[in-house]
């Protein structure tokens, strides 16, 4: 016998699930785009419903990726939602719901399903800590600089230093500097040398000597 088309529900549960509308529906996330594995998880029914009812609701159009994998539309999920609500909360068949669709009279939705919220709740939670973690981190190494000027410096000091030395101070043993040590040096040369003259003028003046003497000796022979 051909399925009739109905206009209202077809048979009434013992109570209606909990249903939200579309201005207070929140999946947790601000993602646009969703794959058929989120939307699965979003709804609450396995992917191969979710094909079917692309079939039996011209609405449910997801778009196709490069990877040729379905990429569903935020208000797409919102639609699954209503088709939700109407088959499983309002028990319309699938005529009466397409049928209810197309009046579009408004329509709520099925709750999005508790574990995806959690794990979106949860996935928040993470974030916000690790965010927190980040700037515990930050405050502490700029605490742990404050205290070491080396530290918060770094290696500026050490470049510093190497380019202008430290003058000594009172207490420091001083070094001869290097233009004292040479002109000491050149002080002691100057008297070698003038004591060399020295020596070498008295033997010239010997030698003159002796050439007289040799003279005066021939001469009176």
């Not at 039996?56 to 919102?78: I, L, M, N, T």
């Not at 408004?106 to 800590?129: F, G, K, N, V």
């Not at 500097?177 to 020295?198: N, S």
Request: with cysteine; charged share 30%; net charge positive.
């Amino acid at each position: 016998m051909p399925q009739q088309k109905r206009s209202g529900p077809a048979v009434r549960g013992r109570a209606s699930s909990k249903s939200v509308t579309c201005a207070s529906l929140d999946l947790g996330t601000d993602k646009l785009y969703f794959k058929i594995g989120e939307v699965s998880d979003i709804v609450d029914v396995p992917a191969h419903v979710l094909r079917y009812w692309e079939t039996e609701f011209k609405g449910v159009r997801p778009q196709k990726s490069r990877a040729k994998q379905r990429v569903y539309r935020r208000r797409d999920v919102e639609l699954l939602l209503k088709i939700k609500h109407l088959l499983y909360a309002e028990k319309f068949t699938i005529a009466g719901a397409r049928q209810q669709l197309a009046g579009g009279g408004a329509t709520a939705l099925a709750s999005p399903s508790p574990r995806y919220q959690l794990r979106q709740s949860l996935a928040a939670i993470r974030e916000q800590l690790s965010a927190l973690a980040k700037l515990v981190r930050s405050e502490t190494e700029h605490d742990r600089r404050a205290a070491d000027p080396a530290a918060y410096l770094g290696a500026a000091p050490t470049r510093a230093a190497a380019e202008s030395p430290e003058e000594p101070g009172v207490d420091d043993p001083v070094d001869p500097e290097p233009a004292t040590i040479a002109v000491r040096r050149t002080v002691r040369t100057e008297e070698t040398e003038k004591i060399e003259a020295a020596e070498g003028d008295h033997g010239g003046i010997a030698s003159t000597l002796d050439q007289h003497a040799s003279r005066d000796r021939r001469d009176s022979h």
